[in-house]
């Protein structure tokens, strides 16, 4: 069965903005995430739960609307979306309390009349329960295709309290939104926090935050330290409102009072928007949770403030527990102990070293939350229970050159980043000069951005600036611009053939280049060209092979063809000495970057028409395909242990060049040949970057466009160096040349099935 062309939709049910609470924001962010990251194949609509308050006025998303407090609503609005064929799957947001009923048994109603599958997410899951909450809980358990809980210890309360049988059950976490780590002083200085520690703590405000118990500790913190600044983000709860009005914040303002800390206290009194709030998380020091409830099963603010780089000082509520295990924050022993959260805080202010590091410990395990990867996990679960698991397709995400400019100086790019923030001690390589200028050649190619060629300029000033005097390249040079002692102890084939690779990527599109620039680019290649014949890695005679075509193109003289021919008979050699039976390789191992040796042959037929390098190079690269490609993903060569012949296989430890290098192959076979499993494989590869691996995790940063620096058995390698990012980057330009040219091929297609 087939998607309609806009696909089966999903609704949710779930109380829904402009209604202030969280589970209104957590719905919404799962809808603006499904819809960014798998458009018109899962389009999602609300059926907004609705209070005694007036109506609120809500987005085009919304096409129904329940009144929790009237049971035959629940029936009513069952029937009318059970008239809809379109809607393929129905997930509630469950939390006690926001439906009407005894411990909001009115679901049930609804639950009884529909039709279509059903996906029912606690929230909370209370534990000991009396026998009337029992009852609802399994009722509506049982009632549902699938429970999805949020945390490990909802999932174990389900079987132990509930007697409820996990099977049925599905954990995603709640979900995170990407900030980059390197705003917090940026921030500060944006707030006029600067030079001050900040603490804050956000939600609606009630008296269940406890607020006061920090309050009561601040007196003797800012003694040792005034530059405290204590943030109290939030508006006071619509329900509290209500009930008593602002008894509560105002409490708060006479204990700042009478304790004089009008300087150190901020209460900003709003409902922010989601881009505010990320700032002051992102500046904040310390995230304080001060909840009193002991059974709150999870928290989406203590989440957040992770994710955004705090250190976080907790009390020990169960998601709290769960997530600060190791050293990702403090969890004290007790609710209610001004004493604990004073001892907690001095002792993070007063040992930098060590809040910086819990920040970071936080900030990196929340990655594998970010509402991207939590998407994933929606839309694989959509997929299974409507039978569509096999159409489900990514949209591509927007290119992003950001990261890259931020990797480059007035010198060259470089080397590696620590998450998001350029690593200077890392030095510049020749390697990704070589990479960054091929890539901007491109990104002009295709794009026609002039800033393209300002940072090309750049990269060919690099290489042109390490080449020495007899044509050979250098590859490392530190900040200070001096060359390494790597450079006498590594070998620098590789690193040269991609050298000869770029210049000729440029010469090859001179039409398109500044005459300066490719005069430049001409005069190295030309002093390069005199040590070609040194060459003897067959990566490197590949990249060579590979500059030679692109010169060849705008200069179709006899001796580059000889020279090529040359070159891929070296190649042929390495093949025929290394394969065998069950092992149709130029190598007896496979390593990085295995797809340019038959891309290379590829490269020499179409030059030479030499009808034996053609076959060696399809032969070749539908060897390394089989190796890649199983179970509907890419699963390359790990850089663990690389893959001898006759030897098991290493799997995970995966890393974009691989998966990069096979895009841009299979690209050019599919150009070739115009063999359609080409194509389908390479847009299987390209997935591999928007969660189509083992771990179901994106490998990008939407924020900044940069690429993740690997896969894993267990985590996601989030720094994000010049290699990974250019790479990606690349894969991003030939995955959108295809969508320009081919209008249906603008999404990316999601094969995996969810493991409970």
């Known amino acids: ?60 998303e919304v096409t129904y609307t329940l009144s929790t407090s ?50 029912t997410v606690f929230h909370t899951v209370l534990p000991k329960p009396d026998n009337k909450r029992k009852k609802v809980v399994q009722a509506i358990a049982n009632l549902s295709d699938r429970i999805v809980v949020l945390t490990k210890k909802s999932q174990s309360l389900l079987i132990d309290d509930y007697g409820y049988q ?25 707030y006029y926090y600067s030079n001050k520690i900040v603490l804050s703590t956000f ?35 619509p329900e509290v409102i209500k009930k008593e009005g602002e008894h509560y914040r105002n ?22 928007d989601l881009d505010q709030l990320l700032e002051y998380l992102t500046l904040s020091d310390i995230y304080l949770f001060t909840s009193k ?18 250190s976080v000082i907790a009390n020990p509520i169960p998601h709290a527990v769960e997530i600060l295990n190791g050293s990702k924050g403090i969890l004290l022993d007790d609710f209610n102990k001004p004493e604990a959260f004073q001892n907690a805080i001095l002792r993070l202010i007063e040992n930098k070293e060590e809040r910086i590091a819990m920040a970071k410990t936080a900030f990196s395990s929340t990655r594998a939350t970010a509402w991207e990867n939590v998407a994933i996990n929606y839309g694989l679960l959509f997929g299974e229970l409507t039978n569509r698991t096999e159409d489900l397709r990514f949209n591509l995400p927007p290119i992003k050159i950001d990261h890259i400019k931020k990797l480059t100086t007035d010198f060259g790019i470089l080397q590696f980043s620590k998450f998001s923030q350029p690593d200077k001690t890392s030095g510049y390589t020749l390697d990704d000069n070589a990479r960054a200028l091929i890539n901007m050649v491109m990104y002009f190619k295709y794009f026609e951005v002039p800033e393209a060629l300002k940072l090309a300029n750049i990269y060919l000033s690099f290489i042109e600036g390490i080449q020495r005097d007899d044509g050979w390249f250098d590859n490392y040079k530190n900040f200070n611009q001096q060359l390494t002692k790597q450079n006498l102890e590594v070998n620098l ?23 300066a620039l490719v005069f430049r680019a001409e005069k190295c290649w030309s002093k390069a060209l005199k040590r070609i014949n040194n060459i003897k890695s067959p990566r490197a005679i590949a990249y060579a092979i590979k500059g030679l075509y692109h010169y060849y193109l705008v200069n179709e003289d006899k001796k580059t063809e000889k020279l090529i021919r040359h070159l891929a008979d070296l190649l ?7 394969s065998e039976d069950n092992w149709f390789w130029f190598e007896d191992y496979m390593t990085y970057a295995n797809n340019v040796l038959p891309e290379a042959m590829m490269y020499s037929y179409l030059v030479t028409n030499e009808k034996q390098f053609k076959k060696i190079a399809e032969i070749s690269f539908d060897f390394l395909l089989a190796l890649y490609f199983m179970k509907g993903q890419i699963k390359v060569i790990s850089n663990k242990d690389w893959f001898k012949k006759k030897n098991e296989r290493t799997f995970h430890g995966e890393q974009p060049i691989e998966v990069a290098t096979t895009i841009i192959a299979l690209d050019l076979f599919y150009e070739v040949t115009g063999k359609t499993k080409y194509k389908d494989q390479l847009e299987l590869a390209f997935s591999w970057f928007m969660g189509n691996n083992h771990l179901k995790q994106i490998m990008y940063n939407p924020e900044n466009g940069a690429s993740y620096d690997g896969l894993e058995d267990t985590k996601v390698n989030i720094n994000q160096g010049a290699e990974s990012s250019l790479c990606f980057f690349k894969s991003q330009i030939i995955i959108h040349k295809y969508s320009k040219q081919e209008p249906t091929y603008k999404t990316i297609k999601l094969s995996q099935k969810l493991s409970s």
């Not at 008296?207 to 003797?220: D, G, M, R, W």
Request: glycine letters at 8%; a neutral charge; proline letters at 5%.
């Open 293 to 310: 409830d002991p059974n709150q099963a999870v928290s989406g603010t203590l989440a957040y403030a992770m994710a955004c780089g705090c």
């Open 70 to 119: 009237f049971l035959q609503d629940y029936r009513i609005v069952a029937e009318k979306i059970n008239e809809r064929h379109d809607i393929g799957l129905v997930c509630v947001q469950h939390e006690f309390g926001l439906f009407g009923g005894t411990y909001g048994n009115y679901i049930l109603a609804f639950l009884l009349a529909l039709n279509k599958p059903v996906i």
């Open 493 to 515: 084939e590789d690193a040269n053939g991609r050298a000869l690779w770029s210049l000729g990527y440029l010469i090859g599109h001179k039409q398109l280049i500044a005459p």
């Open 166 to 190: 996990k099977p049925k059950t599905t954990l995603i976490p709640h979900g995170t939104h990407t900030v980059l780590w390197s705003q917090k002083e940026i921030l500060k200085n944006k």
């Open 1 to 60: 069965m087939k998607f309609l062309q806009r696909g089966l939709k999903m609704l949710i049910v779930s109380s829904y903005p402009p209604r202030e609470c969280g589970l209104a924001t957590f719905s919404n962010d799962i809808v603006n995430t499904v819809s960014r990251m798998f458009g018109d194949t899962i389009p999602i609509e609300v059926c907004a739960l609705q209070n005694d308050n007036a109506p609120y006025k809500y987005g085009d």
């Open 203 to 237: 939600g609606l405000l009630s008296e269940n935050k406890s607020i006061e118990t920090v309050l009561y500790a601040l007196p003797e913190i800012v003694k040792k330290h005034p530059a405290v600044i204590y943030l109290v983000i939030g508006k006071t709860h």
């Open 251 to 272: 409490s708060l303002i006479d204990i700042v009072e009478q304790y004089n800390l009008e300087n150190n206290v901020v209460f900003i009194n709003e409902y922010l």
């Open 572 to 578: 042929l050699q390495h093949y025929n000495i290394n």
